[in-house]
Nanobody
């Protein structure tokens, strides 16, 4: 089993920045890829960004590319999401996820493990 714990969410103003963290523990050697998803009220969970843990290949959804940066610290078993120029459309619960196999990076179904989520609220 793999456990994921997110942190770093909060209330910010439009244009501000925020950095989310996700610490993984357990059978961490089995993880191929980690990613971030978000879900706003009444909407489906959507892909934000992902990174392949060994070689660092990154994936972004078009709406966040250029504003968000996904990274990882292998020594700390921690995944990050640096979010800049936040706007109201970015407000959501953000979830960290981990995948054991290299299947489709943008699909929630590709991920075996999920964190509890952290709330990001953006005021205009």
């Amino acid at each position: 089993q793999v456990q994921l714990v997110e942190s770093g969410g909060g209330l910010v103003q439009a244009g501000d920045s925020l950095r989310l963290s996700c610490v993984r523990s357990g059978r961490t050697f089995s993880i191929y890829r980690m990613g971030w998803f978000r879900q706003a009220p009444g909407k489906e969970r959507e892909f934000v960004a992902a990174i392949d843990w060994i070689d660092g290949t990154v994936y972004y959804t078009p709406s966040t590319k250029g504003r968000f940066t996904v990274s990882r610290d292998s020594a700390l078993n921690t995944l990050y999401l640096q979010m800049n120029s936040l706007n109201a459309k970015d407000a959501a619960v953000y979830y960290c996820a981990a995948a054991s196999t290299p299947t489709r990076a943008t699909s929630p179904g590709s991920y075996n493990y999920w964190g509890q989520g952290t709330q990001v609220t953006v005021s205009s």
